[in-house]
Each structure stands twice: as structure tokens, then as C-alpha cells.
T-cell receptor
Framework: LAKTTQPISMDSYEGQEVNITCSHNNIATNDYITWYQQFPSQGPRFIIQGYKTKVTNEVASLFIPADRKSSTLSLPRVSLSDTAVYYCLVGANTDKLIFGTGTRLQVFP | NAGVMQNPRHLVRRRGQEARLRCSPMKGHSHVYWYRQLPEEGLKFMVYLQKENIIDESGMPKERFSAEFPKEGPSILRIQQVVRGDSAAYFC????????????FGPGTRLTVT
């Protein structure tokens, strides 16, 4: 399973766009990139998944360059309620999720 | 459609006692996963079960921990003779199939060993 590296923490203000980048240099051909969000005292919640190029849903966008060695989660116009820990996971669609320490996003008013 | 349910939400046990954590998956989900999270850390996979079968227990400590997912009823994570190091949040997740990376997590059980 590919190891991921992401910033420990990020700060932003309400209304700004937040981009969280994840490095995964040894990603395998059959690996997908998935992002989860976790609020304090809650279980993680699936945000988005992609394999290459760009994926967008109602919550976020995921940008993956051609070499797939990194990916960027983009949160448009964040609000206070987006304050959470964001986890980047890389692996084949298998059974167990491998979580790193994540990026702690703090949104200020 | 109710989400993944876990109970109790908080559990306090003295060293040496047993802890039983319950997880009811989402309706229609037959795949259950247990994870443990220590403070300020990411979740660590423990075990993956389908109805009546343990599929992958590579993350389970060899001693004192066991899990089951009976044909009827919730999945149970059992910790015997708890120690202070077992204090953590235990999350259960479920999914409708084996493929795919989207798992639905419950609110967790916070175990405190005194």
C-alpha cells in the first residue's frame, strides 16, 4: 500500500478555497486516491475518490496529475463547519483502509 | 435509513475487566470493519468480517481481542482483561460489498480503562 504525506495542519478563513495536497510517490497502477473527513468525536466520512485527472462532486474536487504521484483536495468556499481532519488514502479497492495522521484544517471566521 | 450504530458510546472499565463493543451495520450491509484510534492519531485497521466469517484480522492484537459477526445481531468486538493501553476510540464501519473504498462509519465507542 502506498504511503502518503500531507501537511499536519492548515488554517483558512471562511469563504476561501482550501487546497490540501497529498504526496504518494510510490502509488501503484491499480491504486485509487480517496479522501475522508473526520469531525471531532465522530467517525470518518467519505468525501471523494479518483484515479486520474479531475473528479468533482457536491462537496469537493480532486485533482490528480498525469504521474499520479500527488493529488489535491479542493474545498470551495469553506465555512466554519469544514473544520475537521482530512485524510488522504491510497490503495487498491480492498478491504482495509490505511489512515495516516491527516491534515487538521482550522477555518476561522 | 439508519446509519451505522455503535453502543455504548462511552465505556469505562477497570483494568482486568472485559469490554464488549457492539456495532450494527447499515441496512443491507454485510461487511463490517473495526478500527481503533488513539488520541491525535489516524485510525488503525483491526479486523474485517462478513456474516459469520472473519476475513482479515491482520490488525488485531494476538491476545485478549476477538471479534464476531453472527448471522443474527450486531457485530461484537470483545476485549478481555483490559489494560490502560486499550483506552481509545473504536470505530465500526460497514459497506455493501467487498469492492470499493467507501465505508460508512459509526460514531465510535470511547473506551476508558481506569
Amino acid at each position: 500500500l502506498a504511503k502518503t504525506t500531507q501537511p499536519i495542519s492548515m488554517d483558512s478563513y471562511e469563504g476561501q478555497e482550501v487546497n490540501i495536497t497529498c504526496s504518494h510517490n510510490n502509488i501503484a497502477t491499480n491504486d485509487y486516491i480517496t479522501w475522508y473527513q473526520q469531525f471531532p468525536s465522530q467517525g470518518p466520512r467519505f468525501i471523494i475518490q479518483g484515479y486520474k485527472t479531475k473528479v468533482t462532486n457536491e462537496v469537493a474536487s480532486l485533482f490528480i496529475p498525469a504521474d499520479r504521484k500527488s493529488s489535491t483536495l479542493s474545498l470551495p468556499r469553506v465555512s466554519l463547519s469544514d473544520t475537521a481532519v482530512y485524510y488522504c488514502l491510497v490503495g487498491a479497492n480492498t478491504d482495509k483502509l490505511i489512515f495516516g495522521t491527516g491534515t487538521r484544517l482550522q477555518v476561522f471566521p | 435509513n439508519a446509519g451505522v450504530m455503535q453502543n455504548p458510546r462511552h465505556l469505562v472499565r477497570r483494568r482486568g475487566q472485559e469490554a464488549r463493543l457492539r456495532c450494527s451495520p447499515m441496512k443491507g450491509h454485510s461487511h463490517v470493519y473495526w478500527y481503533r484510534q488513539l488520541p491525535e492519531e489516524g485510525l488503525k485497521f483491526m479486523v474485517y468480517l462478513q456474516k459469520e466469517n472473519i476475513i482479515d484480522e491482520s490488525g488485531m492484537p494476538k491476545e485478549r481481542f476477538s471479534a464476531e459477526f453472527p448471522k443474527e445481531g450486531p457485530s461484537i468486538l470483545r476485549i478481555q482483561q483490559v489494560v490502560r493501553g486499550d483506552s481509545a476510540a473504536y470505530f465500526c464501519a460497514s459497506s455493501p460489498s467487498r469492492d470499493g473504498y467507501e465505508q460508512y462509519f459509526g460514531p465510535g465507542t470511547r473506551l476508558t480503562v481506569t
